[in-house]
């Protein structure tokens, strides 16, 4: 007899039709004679609907009294998600994350998971039940309730299967797994049978967004084996684990065209110790996330000057832009340049480590498709480059030709 | 300095717009210099839809899930409500029932308080804030969510009262007080000072819907004064504390018309010992709420018969026949004649204890106005009569001008 936790996001259990054909899925599998535990999102809309709620009342809502509010959708789906195995015949009973031993710090909204005491959930188990935990939520060691922030319920089936060594942990979404590339672009596309935590993580944080990063750190810091598969069909997912030997033989696991970039250039920046290290400090400080920077050679006939250029997310542009002109006169640029049509294409794949000349066949590829390469960065399972957005989708096509197939 | 337990019901705080106008009301209650502790109700439509939703997935759900659900309405507006005390600048944290102390039993669905320990509330209040304690919910010594059923906000409030020692407990609703009749139906009403808990609980056994019966019940019998007022104005409203002797002055504190009674007649009885309580109890068995029961003397040539009827709610009046004519042969009955076209006229007030001649000035005046008696029934503070439901409220006009003016 298995152990099998089961994770079903907002989507799958949106309406009590859904929720129904969930505990249609969990019946079946507890046929095979597993123990199984479910963790459910709150309702596709739940969320939104509070938050539009508190708005109303008060622009910036106390985050305490958040996490009491949004807490509340977990707990509805939860109960719902019972009473529909109940209806099927089969035990079943609901936790809400205090209850199924989640403790948290105190961080409101976007609280870490401190420990898992899952006595309650073993013993429920004991009995025959099939236990049903609210995604996305704990409490404090002192009770206080708290959420745990964006992908919160992947997070809590992770770390629940962690705690109960469970034998398989299945997340349930919309899609079928992961594929080589978003296949409503790249129609060659295919479904990727397993994938490595450090592939998933770097396809998670470039645009592939199956998964938040934070649930791939914990399962990969934790040894958690789990599948990607959807509620919709009975197709096998995508298994992500660590790394085998046989993965090293694939050079190029998957293909990302992030479109959520924008770059920035300052141009005329005085090449001087400290003058960086000030202007990135400057956007840390207000809260501006960072991703690629590249810096040119020093230029100039007079003083030495040098052009930076770097890109953030889209959401972020006009913060960065705020910070940057504030700076402007004190630090000495001569002038700031934006784009918002840029895209970034990246290859991901373990194979890199062991193969050569990966960097030179992209890039060889994107030129005989007539793209110009814009700004480049690579890391040890990675190559991303930055791209004119209108030409995006032809050149992950050409990509991934030259690489999948 | 005070301390002050208000409650808001569902209407209250039924939207945005509402939570911040009952906000505005503590807020200026905190001025006054006292500590407020404050009961909310789920928002108008909350729990109905939550109900309608596990009713779509099962007809009769699971109670210790409804509990999980339900429980969720409340938890929802507490979060609201110290949200719109912070938009005032208002110091306000919200508890739900377990997180106050409140533990019950485990009748889900409508469990009792066993006890609370408000320790956290008093910490709370110690550190200058504003309390929001969601009603209607607790917890069993296991952990366990329950929910107190109809009613129940109100008993929180007054429960927490007692256990708090509180001031004052105020529950704020959609009507201005306790009234000496509807006054939608009789102009010359009158909102009362004062009621004694005896005379409440009979005015809302009586269909005067201000409160549950319960919530009066348990206040009485832990000497909680509380006072009904609107949520939409200042007006005074009505304290509901223990008969004073200058209550027994007063003959009838108020008058109520109860229109959602049905009658049912058995023609034809048997007179014999066992016949009544076997039709009676057959009614228990069925959960069909009896109010008032009328039997004739005996009559008929052969063998000795009587004609007994009785009331019962009108929403039970079918599954009442159904039992009845289940038991029509082997009871032996002749027939059976059920109206739902009558009115139960009731006249309340302790001063009936020490005055004599009520019950004939009030037939005297039925008479009268031509409204004949069909039935009749007495308690020591209360004389109801059961007409034509057409003469309803000509009745109750006439009744309340000979005793009250």
């Known amino acids: 007899m298995s152990l099998i936790v089961q994770k079903y996001g907002g989507t799958s259990v949106g309406n009590p039709e859904r929720i129904k054909n ?78 199924a031993g989640i403790v948290t710090d105190g961080v409101h909204t976007k609280a870490k998971i401190h420990n898992i005491t899952p006595k309650k959930v073993h013993e429920l188990l004991n009995q025959g039940n099939v236990v049903i935990v609210a995604g996305f939520q704990g409490e404090t060691s002192e009770g206080q309730i708290t959420t745990l922030g964006r992908g919160g319920s992947d997070l809590t089936a992770i770390a629940l299967a962690a705690a109960l060594k469970a034998d398989l942990c299945q997340i349930y979404t919309d899609v079928d797994g992961v594929y080589t590339a978003d296949p409503r672009i790249v129609s060659g596309a295919r479904k990727l049978a397993e994938i490595s935590y450090d592939e998933m993580l770097e396809l998670a944080s470039l645009g592939a967004k199956v998964m938040q990063s934070r649930s791939v750190e914990f399962a990969k810091k934790f040894g958690v084996v789990f599948e990607v598969r959807s509620s919709l069909n009975d197709n096998p997912g995508t298994i992500v684990k660590e790394e085998t030997k046989s993965m090293e033989g694939v050079v190029v696991r998957g293909v990302a065209l992030d479109k959520n970039q924008a770059k920035v250039t300052l141009v005329g920046v005085p090449d001087k110790p400290g003058v960086a290290a000030k202007i990135f400090k400057a956007l840390g400080d207000a809260a501006v996330n960072i991703d690629m920077i590249v810096q040119n050679i020093s230029h100039g006939s007079g003083a030495p000057q040098t052009d930076l250029s770097f890109t953030v997310e889209k959401a972020d542009l006009l913060k960065a832009q705020k910070v940057i002109n504030a700076l402007k006169n004190k630090v000495g640029l001569r002038d700031v340049i934006t784009s918002e049509k840029i895209g970034k294409l990246s290859i991901v794949g373990v194979g890199m480590k062991s193969h050569t000349g990966v960097a030179g066949k992209m890039f060889e590829t994107l030129a005989d498709a007539g793209v110009n390469i814009d700004m480049i960065s690579t890391s040890e399972i990675k190559i991303s480059v930055v791209i004119d957005l209108a030409k995006g989708e032809a050149a992950m096509k050409a990509v991934h030709a030259a690489f999948i197939g």
């Open 22 to 99: 969930v505990a249609r899925r969990i019946a079946e599998a507890r046929k095979r004679g597993d123990n199984i535990v479910v963790i459910v999102s709150a309702m596709s809309g739940v969320t939104d609907n509070l938050i539009k709620l508190a708005k109303e009342i008060m622009p910036l809502p106390n985050e305490r009294e958040m996490d009491v509010l949004l807490a509340t959708g977990e707990q509805q789906t939860i109960a719902l998600a019972a009473i529909a195995l109940h209806a099927l015949n089969v035990p079943a009973i609901s936790l809400t994350g205090a209850q």
